[in-house]
Every structure is written in structure tokens, then in C-alpha cells.
């Protein structure tokens, strides 16, 4: 029902910048919050940013005030500002939608395929 894609994953060296776009393509509508999550070696998947229908943004205390979770001007995609990046910030990076239809029924999570970061010194 919902496609995600992400791009704009790469290597940057420390204190670089770089910027994750995910592009949202079939039931859209039925989104209704939508992050960025990743996910390093020998870790667990891990929360970065979610961005609400009405544009509130919330981040994990390790990226907060240097990354920057946005909608495209298109208002197709979803992009993940990434700046003062850190060796720390290697990860594959996970576009995510959640989908809320009522209290009896599942929360549906669409990802995408992954984008890797890789952060060198």
C-alpha cells in the first residue's frame, strides 16, 4: 500500500553534512506519522526523528540540534537534514510510516529498504 524509498546515503567525513531524502509513493494518506530510524552493527534498530501530519518534529537526544527532519517542498518526500555527523552516526538509515486506524486495529509500519552512512575520520 505505501512505498518507501530512501537515497542520499554515503561517506562523509566527520563534522560533514549529509541529506537523506525519502520518497512516499501509494496510500499516503493513511500515514500518519512518519521517521527516520537506523541501525549500526551489533545494535538494534534505533529511533532518530518523526515528523507529524501537522509538522511537529521530535528527535533522539543524540542527534537533536544537529539533525533536521523536514517534508520536501513537493510534499512527496521526507528528508533527514544531518549535520556535525559523528563516527557514531554510522548506520544504515531506515525511512519509516505508521499507520493509526483505530484502537482495535494494528499499527501497520512501512519502511524502506535502507540507506547506508558511513561516517570516516
Known amino acids: 500500500q505505501v512505498k518507501l524509498v530512501e537515497s542520499g546515503g554515503g561517506l562523509v567525513q566527520a563534522g560533514g553534512s549529509l541529506r537523506l531524502s525519502c520518497a512516499a509513493s501509494?496510500?499516503?494518506?493513511?500515514?500518519?506519522?512518519m521517521g527516520w530510524y537506523r541501525q549500526a552493527p551489533g545494535k538494534q534498530r534505533e529511533w532518530v526523528a518523526s515528523?507529524?501530519?501537522?509538522?511537529?518534529?521530535n528527535y533522539a537526544v543524540s542527534v537533536a540540534g544537529r539533525f533536521t527532519i523536514s517534508r520536501g517542498s513537493a510534499g512527496d518526500t521526507v528528508d533527514l537534514q544531518m549535520n556535525r555527523l559523528k563516527r557514531e552516526d554510522t548506520a544504515v538509515y531506515f525511512c519509516?510510516?505508521?499507520?493509526?486506524?483505530?484502537?482495535?486495529?494494528?499499527?501497520?509500519?512501512?519502511w524502506g529498504q535502507g540507506t547506508q552512512v558511513t561516517i570516516s575520520s
Open positions: 515528523l507529524t501530519r501537522v509538522g511537529d518534529t
Open positions: 519509516n510510516g505508521k499507520a493509526y486506524n483505530g484502537p482495535d486495529v494494528p499499527l501497520r509500519d512501512y
Open positions: 501509494g496510500s499516503i494518506s493513511s500515514i500518519n506519522l
